[in-house]
């Protein structure tokens, strides 16, 4: 009851953040809007009792990651409000079918769990408190390749980075 | 419920109460240390040997005029010194304090809360403080708290990479990201980490200074070239906000570095028998005892060293340190290994 009610309160913060981020008129108060969603975001992790992963969200998305953009938002320093399409008709015909192939998408999800629903998940491995250790044992034994993947497009992102800021390497 | 809310309450208060007096206090040991350096007597007039200077100068920014600039974003103006301020303070609540001790024979750990990523915590924590910084200097339209930001933020964000990975470090040594598991490996080492990770510890004390954007880098204030830096603005109680979170940020750091690397609230030599007399002092005076000399290091080195260039800053950060913390890494890592086999 108490889980639940967490739950539905987070949720609405969340989604509600999250329409303010994109009704913003700033960009700044837009870029603040997902810092607070990233902190509600966070606490749901820590409901799940999955703290590990609470903190990472908080470093890598609201610490790391929003900041870039913030500098990025501060220094091209956007007065005006970003430009509409001059043409009413075509702004409408592209939010159309923008909606619509959400819309699509959406429903093809839904669909697909009607045609073949998903088998049992197998239950949940209890969290234990120490939770660190238990990512980083899933991490190096049952999901190693995927992490050395990720690892290496990182490392492919810094080169091609470090390739486009220095033209005269 | 007593255990739940009541106690951890009290802890609360008491804890807010101490740092904030102690940063009122920071301040006035900060114009003293440096008076002494100086050849000066410092404050002397508020009270005997200006010991009252501190509620003066609270008094003072209370009733100043608190100006908005005509041009900034009122709400981000409002909020940045709150964002500053709030990490800042709320990083003490997983900094353990002292051992348990038992009042009214109730056994109380003295600490808020022991998170088992308590060390992440701490870092989660500072990354959002960086954000009051960047909108202080965005938010106030003017050009020198905006390259005062700028710089702020830059220089904090390089340094927490250095500092994190001295995290790493701790973490491989210790074997926990909790910070009460920390102090008890130092323990059962029957060493500081200090001495085991002093590569760690010389990184760890530079990044500390250049996040809390304390002298020697503290270029995002240095008056020659940006009047005051990302405050410039602030008056009054906001500009308080900013003084209060920059002190309570070195608190911080110096009650971090003393339980990663100088053995948290443990006495001097924990496993010498015969100094057990030392154990008649209680656990949370050593902590603070060792926290307040570490604040004094950085008084010392504001009073002594010039300050950097911003170009030297970032090539000491990201050429020298960060490669020297992974270096650091991968020694700890190693030797790990081969102790283990």
Do not use: C
Not at chain 2, 80 to 95: D, M, Q, S, Y
Not at chain 2, 267 to 289: E, K, M
């Amino acid at each position: 009851m108490g889980q639940a009610l967490a739950f539905y309160t987070l949720a609405a913060f969340i989604l509600g953040f999250g329409v303010l981020v994109i009704t913003a008129r700033s960009t700044v108060h837009s870029i603040m809007f997902l810092v607070v969603d990233f902190l509600f975001i966070a606490a749901l992790y820590v409901l799940q009792g999955a703290q590990f992963l609470a903190v990472i969200q908080v470093v890598v998305y609201a610490g790391g990651i929003v900041v870039l953009y913030l500098f990025v938002v501060m220094l091209v320093n956007l007065k005006r409000p970003p430009e509409i399409h001059k043409d009413r008709r075509r702004r409408g015909r592209l939010g159309m079918v923008v909606s619509l192939v959400l819309l699509a998408e959406l429903g093809a999800i839904v669909a697909y769990k009607y045609v073949s629903p998903a088998a049992a998940l197998p239950p949940a491995r209890p969290m234990g408190p120490d939770n660190v250790a238990q990512v980083g044992m899933l991490l190096y034994t049952d999901f190693l390749v995927p992490f050395e993947l990720a690892s290496m497009l990182l490392l492919v992102a810094m080169v091609g980075a470090i390739v486009l800021a220095r033209r005269d390497l | 419920m007593i255990d739940l809310l009541v106690i951890p309450l009290i802890k609360i208060v008491i804890v807010l109460t101490g740092v904030l007096v102690t940063v009122m206090y920071l301040v006035l040991l900060e114009r003293k240390v440096q008076a002494w350096v100086q050849v000066r007597l410092g404050p002397m007039r508020v009270g005997p040997h200006g010991v009252l200077q501190p509620i003066a100068d609270v008094l003072k920014l209370f009733i100043k005029e608190d100006i908005t600039p005509v041009r900034a974003d009122k709400y981000v103006f409002t909020l940045a010194p709150i964002i500053v301020l709030v990490p800042a303070i709320i990083a003490f609540a997983v900094i353990p304090f002292g051992d348990t001790v038992s009042i009214f024979g109730k056994p109380i750990p003295l600490r808020i809360a022991d998170l088992n990523v308590g060390l992440l915590y701490v870092v989660a924590v500072a990354s959002i403080g960086i954000y009051g910084i960047i909108l202080a200097g965005w938010s106030s339209n003017s050009k020198y708290p905006l390259l005062g930001g700028l710089r702020a933020s830059a220089q904090m964000i390089s340094y927490e990479v250095a500092v994190t990975l001295t995290f790493v470090t701790v973490i491989l040594a210790s074997g926990s990201l909790s910070m009460v598991d920390i102090v008890a490996a130092q323990k059962a080492n029957g060493v500081w980490f200090a001495f085991v990770q002093p590569v760690a510890l010389f990184i760890y004390a530079v990044g500390a200074l250049a996040e809390t954007n304390r002298s020697p880098f503290d270029l995002p204030e240095a008056e020659q070239e940006l009047v005051a830096g990302f405050h410039t603005e602030y008056s009054g109680m906001r500009f308080a906000l900013f003084f209060l979170a920059e002190y309570a940020n070195m608190i911080v750091v110096s009650a971090i570095a003393t339980t990663l690397f100088f053995g948290g609230w443990l006495r001097p030599f924990p496993n010498v028998a015969f100094l057990g007399v030392l154990d008649l002092v209680p656990t949370w005076i050593w902590f603070v005892v060792k926290t307040f000399l570490i604040l004094y290091v950085f008084l010392w080195i504001r009073a002594t060293l010039p300050r950097y260039r911003y170009d030297q800053l970032m090539r000491l950060g990201w050429k020298f340190l960060i490669p020297l913390a992974i270096a650091n890494i991968l020694v700890t890592a190693a030797v790990k290994v081969a102790l283990s086999y």
